[in-house]
């Protein structure tokens, strides 16, 4: 069989033999119609007769993956698909290092395992469900489409985290794959598992920052699980990474869009403070201190993802192999970690502080900031675009003791410079760092859909080339 080429005959379009896996293909035939229910009802509103201009895997190439055509959203394929597996691959760190990678679960970390996948298939349906009212105010057709490919995959990398779970673990498996169709972001009751799948996603402007913050830590999370010793999850999440790169190119470009046509309206109307922001908002477009303090509100969230910044269970997860470290591959240690120390940010005496922690308690703390690294880079970018424009301003990542909710910093209020502040302190000066109902609702009205083909609402500049490198006014969603 060639593992690159996707088999499109059956129910499940798959690259991994479903159709001699009797056992597990039954399983998901079974699943399938109560994912198309959850789709149903919780997936993107309205729409789902539209014809969607949609990518569609048809191979695990990276080179040539994917083909785009019309598709309904629930006709879309969703399937099961690994990268390749790599001949005489190891487990590359921890205690096993060495050792041939797993092709099953070993036994005594069947419950650490199955928890990471659990944890990373519970975000997938929650984003879609955060996502799902955004159709009805997409600011052109091209952002509409962007919209429902993020929302697709997201449902695949929800297969693809499902399969695992129905293949290797058995009984228990198979009621975390319904559990994960029950959950609902922001249900009181059945909430998602992680605190920032809870959050809502109201407007554009949270769908790109969340885009670029939130799907970035997807990004972090799954470099380091691509790295397991257990080798189906890191075949899974070897390509889940392929698709993830396009839901960061849409939060980057998006939040840029919006910068750059915020920047020129301003240079148009002669404003040069962007601090004046009733006249800014008088333009129909959205100022950027707001943008500012959307971005402070998601970093920050998404800041929390990371867990503790001392935590056993990932020291447990990296010591047995399940785990790494982001690109765990390319870095030149020891790959166990018995010894070393790591830096970690921690309240010490009521100050922020660096102290040296054992380097298997501090991973947290690492990916992390790998993660700050890689989000300054675009942070980065977007202010080559205000800066060319001339306008003078900076946009900046707040300090990571702000606005925290797990962790160090959970316990105290700090503002956007790290500076520790009362709760009186914090309550009269939130809504310099974080988005007032004021705000909220500026925001809210610009939020008028634009449906024809070519046009852009004012606030957002259009894109510099098209998807699949269609023109300007290609008609990406045939809504009915
Ligand atoms: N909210 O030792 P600790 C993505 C819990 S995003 C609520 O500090 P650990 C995507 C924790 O569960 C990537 N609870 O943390 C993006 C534990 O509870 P238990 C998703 C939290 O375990 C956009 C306790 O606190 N993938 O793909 O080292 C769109 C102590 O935990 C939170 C993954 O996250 C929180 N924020 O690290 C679509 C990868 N944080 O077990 C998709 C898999 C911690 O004691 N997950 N807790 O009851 C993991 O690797 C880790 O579980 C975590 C937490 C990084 C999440």
């Given at each position: 069989?060639?593992?690159?080429?996707?088999?499109?005959?059956?129910?499940?379009?798959?690259?991994?033999?479903?159709?001699?896996?009797?056992?597990?293909?039954?399983?998901?035939?079974?699943?399938?119609?109560?994912?198309?229910?959850?789709?149903?009802?919780?997936?993107?509103?309205?729409?789902?007769?539209?014809?969607?201009?949609?990518?569609?895997a048809v191979s695990?190439?990276?080179?040539?993956?994917?083909?785009?055509?019309?598709?309904?959203?629930?006709?879309?394929?969703?399937?099961?698909?690994?990268?390749?597996?790599?001949?005489?691959?190891?487990?590359?760190?921890?205690?096993?290092?060495?050792?041939?990678?797993?092709?099953?679960?070993?036994?005594?970390?069947?419950?650490?395992?199955?928890?990471?996948?659990?944890?990373?298939?519970?975000?997938?349906?929650?984003?879609?469900e955060q996502q799902?009212?955004?159709?009805?105010?997409?600011?052109?057709?091209?952002?509409?489409?962007?919209?429902?490919?993020?929302?697709?995959?997201?449902?695949?990398?929800?297969?693809?985290?499902?399969?695992?779970?129905?293949?290797?673990?058995?009984?228990?498996?198979?009621?975390?794959?319904?559990?994960?169709?029950?959950?609902?972001?922001?249900?009181?009751?059945?909430?998602?598992?992680?605190?920032?799948?809870?959050?809502?996603?109201?407007?554009?402007?949270?769908?790109?920052?969340?885009?670029?913050?939130?799907?970035?830590?997807?990004?972090?999370?799954?470099?380091?699980?691509?790295?397991?010793?257990?080798?189906?999850?890191?075949?899974?999440?070897?390509?889940?990474?392929?698709?993830?790169?396009?839901?960061?190119?849409?939060?980057?470009?998006?939040?840029?869009?919006?910068?750059?046509?915020?920047?020129?309206?301003?240079?148009?109307?002669?404003?040069?403070?962007?601090?004046?922001?009733?006249?800014?908002?008088?333009?129909?477009?959205?100022?950027?201190?707001?943008?500012?303090?959307?971005?402070?509100?998601?970093?920050?969230?998404?800041?929390?993802?990371?867990?503790?910044?001392?935590?056993?269970?990932?020291?447990?997860?990296?010591?047995?192999?399940?785990?790494?470290?982001?690109?765990?591959?390319?870095?030149?240690?020891?790959?166990?970690?018995?010894?070393?120390?790591?830096?970690?940010?921690?309240?010490?005496?009521?100050?922020?502080?660096?102290?040296?922690?054992?380097?298997?308690?501090?991973?947290?703390?690492?990916?992390?900031?790998?993660?700050?690294?890689?989000?300054?880079?675009?942070?980065?970018?977007?202010?080559?675009?205000?800066?060319?424009?001339?306008?003078?301003?900076?946009?900046?990542?707040?300090?990571?003791?702000?606005?925290?909710?797990?962790?160090?910093?959970?316990?105290?209020?700090?503002?956007?410079?790290?500076?520790?502040?009362?709760?009186?302190?914090?309550?009269?000066?939130?809504?310099?760092?974080?988005?007032?109902?004021?705000?909220?609702?500026?925001?809210?009205?610009?939020?008028?859909?634009?449906?024809?083909?070519g046009k852009f609402?004012?606030?957002?500049?259009?894109?510099?080339?098209?998807?699949?490198?269609?023109?300007?006014?290609?008609?990406?969603?045939?809504?009915?």
């Amino acid at each position: 069989m060639n593992i690159a080429q996707v088999d499109y005959d059956g129910l499940i379009p798959n690259n991994v033999a479903l159709g001699k896996d009797v056992r597990v293909k039954r399983a998901l035939e079974k699943w399938h119609p109560g994912y198309l229910n959850w789709w149903n009802d919780m997936g993107p509103e309205g729409f789902q007769q539209s014809l969607v201009y949609l990518r569609t895997a048809v191979s695990v190439d990276p080179k040539g993956w994917a083909k785009f055509d019309y598709v309904r959203m629930p006709d879309y394929r969703w399937g099961v698909l690994l990268a390749p597996q790599q001949e005489g691959r190891k487990v590359n760190f921890g205690m096993h290092k060495g050792e041939e990678a797993w092709q099953e679960v070993p036994g005594e970390y069947r419950a650490m395992l199955r928890r990471l996948v659990v944890i990373q298939g519970d975000t997938e349906p929650a984003s879609v469900e955060q996502q799902r009212h955004l159709g009805k105010t997409a600011p052109s057709l091209y952002d509409m489409r962007n919209l429902f490919q993020v929302n697709v995959e997201e449902g695949r990398h929800l297969w693809a985290m499902v399969y695992l779970l129905q293949k290797y673990f058995g009984t228990d498996g198979r009621e975390e794959a319904e559990a994960l169709l029950q959950r609902r972001s922001g249900d009181p009751d059945t909430p998602r598992m992680l605190g920032a799948f809870n959050e809502k996603t109201p407007d554009w402007l949270s769908f790109f920052m969340f885009t670029f913050f939130t799907d970035r830590d997807g990004k972090m999370q799954l470099e380091a699980l691509a790295q397991s010793g257990f080798d189906p999850l890191s075949r899974t999440c070897r390509f889940m990474l392929t698709e993830e790169a396009h839901h960061m190119f849409v939060g980057e470009t998006g939040v840029t869009r919006i910068i750059q046509r915020t920047c020129e309206a301003m240079k148009d109307a002669g404003i040069s403070d962007p601090h004046e922001i009733e006249k800014v908002r008088k333009l129909g477009v959205i100022d950027l201190p707001t943008i500012q303090k959307k971005a402070n509100l998601h970093f920050s969230l998404t800041l929390d993802l990371f867990g503790s910044e001392i935590s056993t269970n990932a020291a447990n997860a990296f010591h047995a192999g399940l785990k790494g470290r982001y690109r765990e591959d390319r870095l030149k240690d020891d790959h166990q970690l018995e010894s070393g120390t790591y830096p970690v940010l921690r309240l010490i005496d009521g100050k922020i502080r660096n102290e040296d922690a054992p380097a298997l308690s501090a991973l947290n703390m690492r990916l992390r900031d790998d993660y700050v690294a890689d989000c300054n880079n675009g942070v980065g970018r977007w202010n080559k675009v205000i800066n060319d424009i001339g306008i003078p301003f900076e946009l900046k990542l707040p300090h990571v003791a702000f606005h925290r909710h797990i962790g160090e910093f959970s316990s105290i209020k700090a503002d956007v410079n790290g500076e520790i502040l009362s709760d009186a302190d914090w309550q009269k000066r939130r809504n310099e760092f974080l988005p007032s109902d004021a705000d909220r609702n500026f925001i809210e009205s610009l939020m008028k859909p634009e449906t024809q083909p070519g046009k852009f609402a004012g606030w957002i500049a259009p894109p510099k080339v098209g998807i699949d490198n269609k023109p300007g006014d290609f008609e990406y969603v045939k809504i009915v």
